[in-house]
């Protein structure tokens, strides 16, 4: 199973996506991203929350870079 994650699917006009094999894998990615393209420092829990509720699951599709 592979783990999906979109800026875009927060309602945000940004073109960031990342995919991993495992979901807590995908997290420092995100903060990286965060801090760097959204000026955050701190991911706060209700925002961790709406990051959770937009990753999805998905079969590993090759087409996609790692």
Do not use: Q
């Amino acid at each position: 199973m592979t783990y999906y994650f979109k800026c875009r699917d927060l309602g945000w006009d940004c073109s960031f996506e990342h995919h991993a094999e495992k979901r807590e894998d995908l997290y420092p990615r995100i903060r990286i991203h965060f801090h760097y393209a959204h000026a955050t420092n701190e991911i706060s829990d209700e925002m961790m929350k709406k990051i959770d509720s937009v990753i999805t699951e998905g079969e590993r599709r090759d087409d996609l870079p790692i």
